[in-house]
């Protein structure tokens, strides 16, 4: 089905309603018409379906709280990708650890054939 525009929505959204069989007709207005819960919510309201106050301001703080959540996610992310040890110098390619006094092991530049950037 391709994406109807909002005045093609609602001339199918009455006839959608009166054969709808589910319990939650804004989640099945949303996914039939490929429209979000507040633009749902809206049409719905638009072809005189009621829709109470309290379940737009609890679809809202969802929505709102769902954002919030892949903020956190996302600079999570950021912060732990920019809190990576550099495990290479200039004469070791990877260094595997450290010895107890303090000297570095693994592998050196010479060893992998690579260029060493030091």
Same mark, same amino acid.
């Given at each position: 089905?391709?994406?109807?525009?909002?005045?093609?929505?609602?001339?199918? %959204?009455?006839?959608?309603?009166?054969?709808?069989?589910?319990?939650?007709?804004?989640?099945?207005?949303?996914?039939?018409?490929?429209?979000?819960?507040?633009? %749902?919510?809206?049409?719905? !309201?638009?072809?005189?379906?009621?829709?109470?106050?309290?379940?737009?301001?609890?679809?809202? !703080?969802?929505?709102?709280?769902?954002?919030?959540?892949?903020?956190?996610?996302?600079?999570?992310?950021?912060?732990? %990708?920019?809190?990576?040890?550099?495990?290479?110098? %200039?004469?070791?390619?990877?260094?595997?650890?450290?010895?107890?006094?303090?000297?570095?092991?693994?592998?050196?530049?010479?060893?992998?054939?690579?260029?060493?950037?030091?």
């Amino acid at each position: 089905m391709s994406t109807l525009n909002r005045k093609q929505r609602l001339r199918q %959204a009455a006839k959608w309603l009166d054969q709808y069989k589910g319990k939650r007709p804004v989640h099945g207005y949303s996914r039939h018409f490929s429209v979000d819960l507040i633009c %749902a919510i809206i049409e719905l !309201r638009i072809i005189g379906y009621s829709v109470p106050e309290e379940y737009e301001l609890a679809v809202r !703080r969802s929505l709102a709280d769902r954002n919030l959540q892949k903020k956190k996610r996302r600079e999570s992310r950021q912060a732990k %990708a920019s809190s990576v040890e550099v495990y290479s110098d %200039a004469e070791f390619s990877f260094i595997a650890g450290y010895t107890e006094w303090g000297y570095p092991y693994g592998t050196l530049w010479d060893e992998n054939d690579k260029p060493n950037p030091g």
